[in-house]
């Protein structure tokens, strides 16, 4: 089990100026400024216009409208009225669709960045076949002296696994395709509708075979053991694994002229890997199985929903009688010390032990049947990988940008409807009432040519003391939003 460390800071040495550090890596450079290569009459022009693009291009993002929403109004200067309250319909619409979007894009990339697991069934058959036993020789020749066959009784113990399809599937035609394929001659690791089927050594990464000792001759044990190679036990893709890391089935051969039970050990591989947790630990994390991430997890989850951290030291939580047998340091825990608190309570998984009797006698080979297993395994989620050409679609960017340019030409459309109104509304009210319209007209350009040249009294214009900035009261000018947001603005300059 792979040691956990804390991610603290590391100390740093505090040294005297007496005790200097001697050596170093290289020499050091001196303090102060330092010379720069001066840059060409080139170089500085390309710098130049570099620059002065940058700025250009700036300025033109500037000056791009960006309101899309029609001005307010509009719908009584036109003939088709109901037109605009389309257009309003249409923008909610386009709201409501550009967020929907957004949320399942982000809900997308969320899932494609998880690693998510489902289980399936790995079917596992037993058989054995025998070689050389008695009942399989021609018989003995009565007239010699020696009555010892010449070939040793053995038996052939075959271990296949293959990972069904879906539930229902028995996983016989797969069985069947294999042997066909393997009488034609043809190479079986060469699947014709599956090129990416996880074999069976994929789920595993050790395997041993135990055998009856009672039935041992001689106190000689016979073991079996496989072990998956260091290089390929850690989640490399079956593509170009040696024979040795990348088969369906496995075959041994043992002398023996009596059945024999036998236990099949199968140590799983998983990724990240999934230990068996203790019962302190368990009990508190509702799980019997996890790994150690979700341990992690679990137990922070139980620190906020039973409120034991502590309120003015977040880092600290207070243990009860469970967290006490999981900490088992005190009445007091630290959240960053979590994982240390977690590691020891893992304890690697059991491996899959599968029972088989081995049969060498007549009546069981006249119609051998395989002893059959099934295991539950883990895979990786064959959504997710359909998820990938969603996020990276080359098309996206360029309909990104498509959508960006309508979105622009649109602006520029109703920039042009809002001057039009503009300029509706100006000579409206001019045909209406000519003379009020031009004094409060010129009355507006004086005010605004006051506060250009810097000439406009506080408040601005020509009424800034007039009644209405004396007055007071909730309906009065100092009541506005301006008003007060402008009042704001100048009392925090003051601080």
């Known amino acids: 089990m792979q040691q956990q460390y804390r991610a603290y800071a590391p100390q740093v040495s505090q040294r005297s100026p007496a005790n200097q550090r001697r050596g170093g890596i290289g020499p050091m450079m001196s303090s102060g400024p330092h010379p720069s290569v001066p840059l060409t009459q080139a170089q500085l022009v390309q710098q130049q216009q570099a620059q002065a693009h940058a700025s250009e291009l700036a300025k033109r993002r500037s000056r791009k409208p960006t309101d899309k929403n029609m001005p307010e109004g509009v719908e009584d200067n036109i003939i088709d009225a109901e037109g605009v309250q389309r257009y309003k319909d249409l923008r909610d619409v386009e709201r409501r669709l550009d967020a929907t979007m957004t949320r399942k894009r982000l809900d997308i990339i ?33 007239d010699a002296f020696d009555f010892t066959p010449s070939m040793d009784a053995s038996y052939r113990v075959k271990i296949e696994g293959r990972l069904l399809d879906s539930e229902d599937d028995n996983g016989e035609h797969e069985k069947i395709d294999s042997d066909e394929t393997q009488q034609d001659g043809t190479d079986p690791s ?29 106190g000689a044990e016979q073991t079996v053991e496989w072990k998956k190679p260091d290089n390929t036990a850690r989640g ?101 010390m979590l994982n240390e608190y977690v590691t020891q309570h893992l304890r690697p998984l059991p491996p899959l032990a599968l029972p088989y009797t081995i049969r060498v006698d007549q009546g069981f080979h006249k119609d051998p049947q395989p002893t059959i297993y099934d295991v539950q395994v883990a895979v990786e989620d064959t959504f997710r990988d359909s998820l990938v050409p969603l996020i990276h679609n080359a098309q996206y960017a360029q309909m990104l940008k498509d959508v960006t340019g309508l979105d622009e030409q649109l602006a520029r459309l109703v920039q042009a409807i809002s001057v039009s109104k503009a300029k509706h509304t100006f000579f409206t009210s001019l045909s209406q009432d000519p003379a009020n319209f031009v004094k409060n007209w010129l009355s507006s350009q004086k005010r605004d040519l006051e506060i250009i040249m810097g000439e406009a009294s506080r408040g601005g214009g020509e009424h800034a003391s007039g009644d209405e900035w004396r007055r007071g009261g909730k309906d009065s000018v100092w009541a506005t939003q301006n008003a007060r947001e402008s009042v704001n603005v100048l009392l925090s300059k003051q601080r």
């Open 110 to 142: 969320e899932s494609a960045g998880r690693s998510t697991k489902r289980y399936k069934t790995l079917r596992i058959w037993i058989s054995n076949t025998v070689e050389d036993q008695i009942w399989q020789s021609n018989g003995l020749n009565v």
């Open 190 to 218: 060469k699947p014709k509708t599956q090129p990416q089927r996880h074999r069976f050594s994929h789920f595993f990464k050790g395997l041993t075979v135990d055998f009856d000792r009672s039935r041992f001759r001689n």
């Open 236 to 336: 490399q893709s079956n593509v170009n694994l040696p024979a040795a890391a990348d088969f369906d089935e496995l075959t041994f051969k043992r002398n023996g002229d009596e059945n024999m039970n036998i236990t099949i050990n199968l140590f799983r591989q998983e990724h990240p890997e999934t230990y068996l947790l203790s019962p302190e630990l368990a009990e508190v994390v509702d799980m019997t199985q996890a790994t150690q991430q979700e341990a992690v997890m679990g137990l922070w989850e139980y620190i906020k929903v039973m409120g034991l951290q502590e309120d003015e030291e977040k880092r600290n939580f207070r243990c009860d009688e469970l967290m006490k047998k999981v900490v088992r340091r005190g009445d007091v825990g630290y959240i960053p």
